[in-house]
């Protein structure tokens, strides 16, 4: 019996033998080829040809020229991979672009460094501010916004590949390369900003390229003209330097730049980044998981200088650079490289994983499809299109930062009528971008004294300067710090500064414009100082209609100048006539319109503020499908998870006002039993900011054990910790129900009284409270059918069944609600656990309307303050409305939300970096925006019939986005 299992073993393996090789003389040669991918056919010269980027430029419609001969040559003949295109006529660029296409059997990438737009380079495309003046702004959407113009315009033009954003940290003021190139001096803004261009540019399928990695901030050498060393070890770079690029890599960027500096902290065998193994390989491929293309900085540059041009790219593309960009000789360089590989010193197939990201990124981009071809004309509609260049000047408007304004002179400036311009450039040159700013003061001055500067003064010309400003009522001071390649400067000569002084200290009345560089050497001796973070023409007319019309300045400082001017630190300017009556929101209204339309809610108040002055207050719909009553301004709504920003914060807010409670106070102190596994760490800090470990929900309705506050609190004080406190974001009705059992011990009363006593009744909120008493019943819209808490509902069959299920499968299984008494929530709290509570808790159960909700958030715009009354104080009011999440991806306050910026927030995109509010469950929502003095409240009951019902958070951002691009006239 074994020899004939052996032997029908020896026929199966024959037969499969048999029966493969016969398959495989049904297979041709020609089709294993086919299974190749095109590149793998490609020689040895053109794949590491396709690893090349020169610059593209000069006469190639000649071809009789230098310039078409090389460059058709290495496009024709040696298959270069890509070109770079700088300055140059607009539509003589783009036919040059066309034409190396035309050459090229395989598409070329066409990059550009594109960090201000296409009008960086070309007159007639759309000029952006700087990136640090668009953090400025406050509002990383313009920075998408900017993303997706600048996209549209390259894609019109020809490019696919845009070499920014930088994402270098500008934590070093003397740095004379990055400076405003960067969007601040915090990795996290640096982040937010740098993220939301690159889906702006990557939306429309163009390449987004991060540089310069690991980081090129912390230096005070410009690595055109040497290689800088940037400090610090491996703990500084992840704290620093590294969360911008590790979040864009997180986010989906397509390619990552290597820079031209030496960093020991990472790479202890000082190599240069774009040079290094440990760098490329180790961290960014290994650690940070990037699979995209590596692209080197210009291998032209001077840093490099003291290497050979060849043996570099050798060294880059041993490092695990995919693209060398810019090299001095492109023949030398690829003749190294193929000698490197016929040397064994680089194998051929770590071109080949070179080769097949740069393929597979051309067919993303579609280049094999369109050849990258373009028609002009059509192309010419797209790049500067007015609607382009509004949106550039608009956010260049908002970028415009007072740095201080010591005797509010710039609301005085019409005052006064002799007035000078005193222009200070580092070379001639320079004193062409102040031309917006001239031509604005001339037509507003006719009479106006110029003074212009282009060389250090001594002291002989500071006292001649002086004596002709002596008799001006004011002087306007414009000062221009240009940062570019082999210049190493990154503020005024000290000579300037000493004129500054020497004018404050006689007496003149001067208004300091920094135009590029924020950084000065002082600001004791400037009593009125405006940045605009950059030279570019668009920021140089926003400077002058900031100082010579009534338009409002509301920038901020995305860096620390000092220890006194701080990020974030703004002087607000408002000079604007009311927009009340201008302002057209029809366009917002008719979103809710449509939303009750499509049946998200049935119905919905809102209640609109701007500068104090109500703009709409209006019910829409009606409070039931049923249409038999209509909502009004009257009509109360379940706020649900707004109550913790209107009964728990405020409460909180005054009681360590009144030094009765501390933020960093143990919860242990109230609740001696709270201290096992981590809890003794977790303090009111934690949770207010949702941080402190607890589990963020739990079903106790659903459970008969569970029969009032006593027994929900045991659990929560006896439950497990879900995560290390101060470690995690995981918002959390669990910690709020704790915070409110802990105010209600400390202020001796229960929410309800405390908040209508500190509150509610100073303010004139009649209309908000706990529990509703039945008379206003009539006035609120119902929710669902909400579960009866188990432990307190009424025996019965359906009772009885619940607590089995719940006994035998656990509350936080999914199990129909159907099987639990239900009821429907009118007049009651739709939430279940505070309805178990007794209605009163600090995570959910108050009603109001949105007229009270304007009138506490009037009161806090006016810093605490109602008439001559103070309600809070203005600093508690500041520090709890502003970011204080320790967890990197959170955006709390104490107590308050703060809108998310990553382009899904329901408080939509256009609200300021100072803004704040909440949502609640039930689909209410109110923001609070200093910035602007806007107040936005909308109330709906979108639960009704069923909490089962999508599309709440897209009507709350088309809402809210189209109301706030209106008030910012940005539609």
């Known amino acids: 019996m074994k020899d004939n299992q052996i ?88 036919n040059r672009i066309q034409i190396a296409q035309s050459w090229s059997e395989i598409p070329l990438f066409i990059a550009a460094d594109y960090e201000r737009g296409l009008g960086q380079w070309y007159d007639g495309a759309t000029l952006f501010p700087t990136n640090m003046a668009v953090a400025a702004t406050g509002r990383n959407v313009l920075a998408y916004e900017q993303g997706v113009i600048t996209a549209k315009e390259a894609k019109a033009f020809g490019v696919n590949m845009i070499f920014a954003p930088v994402m270098d940290v500008n934590n070093n003021p003397d740095n004379p390369n990055i400076n405003f190139r960067s969007y601040g001096d915090d990795p996290r803004l640096v982040s937010i900003f740098g993220n939301s261009f690159i889906r702006g540019i990557q939306e429309q399928n163009v390449y987004a390229c991060v540089k310069h990695f690991p980081g090129h901030g912390n230096t005070s050498t410009d690595s055109h003209t040497r290689l800088p060393v940037i400090p610090g070890n491996r703990r500084d770079f992840s704290k620093i330097e590294l969360p911008p690029f590790k979040s864009s890599i997180k986010n989906g960027v397509k390619m990552v730049m290597t820079a031209h500096v030496i960093t020991p902290g990472i790479d202890r065998s000082k190599k240069p980044a774009t040079l290094s193994s440990v760098i490329t390989n180790r961290l960014l491929r290994k650690k940070l998981k990037f699979d995209g293309l590596v692209v080197t900085d210009a291998m032209e540059m001077g840093a490099l200088n003291n290497i050979k041009s060849s043996e570099a790219c050798v060294r880059a593309v041993e490092a695990g650079a995919d693209i060398i960009l810019l090299p001095l000789d492109v023949d030398s360089t690829i003749h190294a490289i193929k000698e490197a590989v016929l040397s064994g010193r680089i194998s051929e197939e770590r071109i080949d994983e070179s080769v097949e990201r740069i393929w597979l990124a051309k067919e993303e981009m579609n280049l094999f499809s369109d050849k990258g071809k373009r028609d002009w004309q059509k192309s010419n509609l797209i790049i500067g299109n007015p609607k382009h260049l509004n949106i550039a000047s608009k956010m260049a408007q908002l970028s415009i930062t007072v740095v201080k304004d010591k005797n509010d002179l710039l609301n005085k400036i019409s005052d006064y009528k002799n007035i000078a311009h005193l222009s200070i450039t580092e070379d001639k040159n320079s004193q062409r971008y102040l031309l917006p700013m001239k031509n604005q003061l001339n037509s507003s001055y006719p009479d106006l004294m110029e003074i212009i500067i282009t060389e250090k003064v001594n002291d002989k010309k500071i006292n001649e300067i002086v004596d002709k400003l002596k008799n001006v009522d004011l002087a306007f001071i414009s000062i221009v710090v240009r940062i570019r390649m082999n210049k190493g400067i990154a503020t005024i000569d000290p000579s300037y500064a000493e004129l500054l002084k020497k004018l404050h200290k006689k007496g003149i009345q001067f208004i300091v414009t920094s135009f590029g560089s924020p950084y000065l050497p002082d600001y004791e001796y400037i009593d009125t100082y405006i940045a605009a973070f950059g030279y570019g023409s ?306 959910a159960g108050l009603f109001s309307n949105a007229e009270d909700l304007g009138k506490y958030s009037q009161m806090l715009l006016n810093d605490g303050m109602i008439g001559d009354k103070k309600i809070i104080d203005k600093e508690l009011i500041s520090l709890f409305t502003s970011r204080q999440s320790t967890v990197n991806e959170a955006n709390r306050g104490y107590g308050w939300d703060r809108p998310d910026r990553d382009g899904t927030s329901s408080a939509g995109d256009y609200f300021s970096d100072k803004a704040f509010g909440h949502l609640g469950y039930t689909g209410t929502s109110f923001w609070i925006d200093p910035e602007q003095e806007l107040v936005v409240v909308l109330l709906t009951n979108r639960v009704y019939p069923t909490r089962n019902n999508p599309g709440i958070k897209q009507v709350r951002r088309k809402f809210h986005n189209t109301l706030n691009k209106s008030i910012l006239r940005f539609n």
């Open 7 to 94: 032997t029908l073993s020896k026929l199966i393996i024959i037969f499969l033998c048999l029966l493969i090789s016969g398959c495989q003389t049904f297979i041709s040669k020609e089709e294993i080829e086919i299974v190749e991918d095109p590149w793998q056919k490609l020689s040895l010269d053109k794949k590491i040809a396709q690893m090349i980027m020169f610059r593209l430029k000069g006469d190639i419609t000649n071809e009789t020229t230098f310039e078409y001969k090389k460059f058709h040559r290495w496009i024709n003949e040696l298959g270069i991979g890509g070109a770079v295109v700088y300055g140059g006529g607009l539509e003589e660029t783009f």
């Open 538 to 843: 668009v920021l140089v007319k926003a400077a002058a209609n900031a100082l010579l019309t009534n338009n409002n300045i509301t920038g901020r400082l995305p860096v620390d100048l000092n220890n006194q001017f701080i990020r974030g630190s703004q002087v607000l300017v408002y000079r604007e006539e009311s927009i009340i009556d201008k302002l057209d929101i029809s366009y917002s209204l008719s979103v809710i319109d449509s939303a009750i339309e499509a049946k998200v809610f049935p119905g919905a108040q809102v209640y609109i503020s701007k500068n104090g002055n109500t703009i709409i207050s209006k019910g829409f719909g009606y409070h039931t499908y049923h249409k038999s009553k209509e909502v009004t301004t009257k009509t109360i709504f379940d706020l649900a998870s707004i109550t913790k920003v209107v009964s728990a914060t405020p409460i909180i807010m005054k009681l360590v006002n009144d030094k009765e409670i501390y933020l960093d106070q143990p919860i242990n102190d109230y609740f001696p039993g709270f201290h096992q596994s981590g809890k003794d760490t977790i303090t009111i800090r934690h949770l207010l900011i949702h941080e402190s470990g607890l589990s963020a929900y739990h079903r106790y309705f659903l459970e008969s054990k569970y029969r009032g506050r006593g027994e929900v609190l045991d659990n929560i004080i006896n439950r497990r910790l879900t995560y290390k406190p101060g470690s995690e974001y995981k918002y959390s009705d669990l910690g709020m129900i704790l915070l409110g059992t802990i105010l209600e011990r400390v202020g001796g009363n229960n929410l309800h009284a405390l908040g209508k006593s500190w509150f509610y009744s100073p303010l004139g909120m009649n209309n908000t409270f706990y529990n509703p008493p039945p008379n206003v019943w009539k006035d609120i819209p119902p929710t669902e059918r909400t579960v009866v808490p188990i432990g307190t509902s009424k025996n019965s069959l359906r009772r009885k069944i619940a607590s089995i299920a719940s006994e035998l499968i656990g509350p936080m299984k999914s199990l129909s609600y159907d099987l639990y008494p239900r009821k429907t929530a009118h007049g009651y709290v739709h939430d279940e656990n505070a309805n178990l509570l007794g209605g009163i808790s600090a995570h």
